[in-house]
């Protein structure tokens, strides 16, 4: 089946928190991770099976619901999975702040690499625990590792976990396995525990390849927990659904009991559906949505090349989040991201929320129809041009 992403499906009014979190009728929102397309068909006709059967009691996860992740992550990613290494949540964030209070006393540290995704910086907060940042090296437009750094802060006893990002938001890197295989190797080595939120590891383009962190080493496998997800691949937030890996028997335990401890590990019956036709039926249209975001992302850096050649788009090796480097406009992202808001009424995520590094930065969501894009593009180059221009707005 050919799917349409050009499509406009008018959300204003339908509960999004993308669309609807301001008053601007004419808002063009280009921030929150959710996708404006509609979902492939199985899953639509999946759900509305579901639906139809009219009682939607307390649901057990059945077998072909695992089955569809193993094969999954079997056929794209080389990934393995037993079925008993599975467990399902209601979401990756809920996951990562039960695993921070399972694996942390207050005041221990937990260790990531800003900028990255905000929730890590509450997951870890709200457990009284602190976040110590291997902050990503920033050079020509291209972010790396500063590996010694790192090194220097998982050999801190007090750091307990690593939360690694992969592929990363807001950075838009995909890692390497030389990447990947050194994070690993220091972490073995002062027994810092390994969680691997790859919520965006079908999002990935250009000859890039995700590689699953417990692919590495077998040694790497069992001290790691990994957290995946359909919901940013087959844009399926609201659904609420997870499945976190975790292959070692003992470790398994330890996750499985702070999932219980916080109510986290029952799911919906819409979830079980949405998820088995996703992953079971949904390739055709992810690899199309794929092929769109990426002639998206060409379009908005034409766009920007021609119009605003003083901003800094970065590369998109992996996510629909597009990082945009505006230091040349000298202004804060808080304060960007508002004039945007009230004068262009288009909406982005500031870079400040990112943590370290990031506020001279834009996050745009590029994952709706090219229309839309083009629409708040031409918004975004009125209210910048104003400023380079030195206007006053
Ligand atoms: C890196 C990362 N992890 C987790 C999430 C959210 O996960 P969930 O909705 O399953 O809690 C997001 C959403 O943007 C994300 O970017």
Redesign the pocket.
């Known amino acids: 089946m050919i799917y349409d992403f050009d499509k406009i499906i008018v959300r204003r009014g339908t509960d999004s928190v993308k669309w609807n979190q301001q008053d601007y009728e004419d808002l063009i929102p280009l921030w929150v ?1 959710d996708m404006d397309f509609p979902a492939a068909q199985p899953i639509v006709d999946a759900l509305a099976q579901r639906v139809q059967h009219a009682v939607y009691g307390y649901a057990k996860v059945p077998e072909p619901f695992y089955q569809a992740v193993i094969n999954w992550f079997s056929r794209r990613h080389h990934f393995t999975i037993q079925q008993e290494w599975l467990l399902p949540v209601i ?4 996951a990562l702040s039960a695993l921070v209070k399972a694996f942390t006393e207050p005041g221990d540290k937990v260790l990531i690499q800003e900028p990255v ?1 905000h ?1 890590f910086f509450s997951s870890i907060e709200r457990n009284q625990c602190e976040v110590v940042s291997n902050d990503l090296i920033y050079r020509d437009g291209q972010y790396g590792i500063d590996f010694e750094d790192f090194e220097y802060k998982a050999s801190d006893p007090k750091v307990k976990l690593f939360i690694l ?1 992969s592929p990363h ?1 807001p950075a838009g890197r995909v890692w390497t396995r030389a990447e990947l295989e050194r994070l690993g190797e220091i972490c073995l080595r002062h027994q810092v525990l390994v969680i691997s ?1 790859e ?2 590891c079908d999002l990935v383009f250009d000859g890039h390849t995700h590689i699953p962190f417990g692919t590495i080493s077998p040694e790497l496998l069992a001290h790691s927990i990994t957290c995946i ?1 359909p ?2 691949t087959f844009n399926l ?1 609201g659904l609420q659904v ?1 499945t976190i890996v975790v292959a070692d028997p003992e470790l398994k335990k330890k996750v499985q009991q702070a999932f219980l401890v916080n109510e986290i590990a029952s799911i919906s019956p819409f979830a079980i559906a949405g998820l088995t036709a996703a992953y079971d039926e949904g390739e055709e249209w992810l690899d199309q949505a794929l092929a769109y975001i990426r002639a998206n992302y060409l379009y908005l850096k034409g766009f920007m090349a021609e119009h605003l050649p003083a901003l800094q788009v970065l590369p998109l090796e992996g996510t629909y989040l597009v990082w945009v480097d505006c230091a040349a406009l000298g202004i804060s992202s808080r304060k960007l991201g508002e004039l945007l808001l009230t004068e262009g009424h288009v909406q982005v995520n500031v870079g400040a929320m990112y943590g370290k590094g990031s506020n001279d930065f834009i996050r745009l969501n590029i994952a709706c129809s090219r229309s839309v894009l083009a629409a708040g593009l031409r918004r975004l180059k009125a209210v910048f041009s104003t400023l380079l221009q030195g206007g006053k707005l």
């Open positions: 991770a979401g990756v964030v809920p995704y929730c990002c938001n939120d919520i965006h997800a919901s940013k937030a997870a």
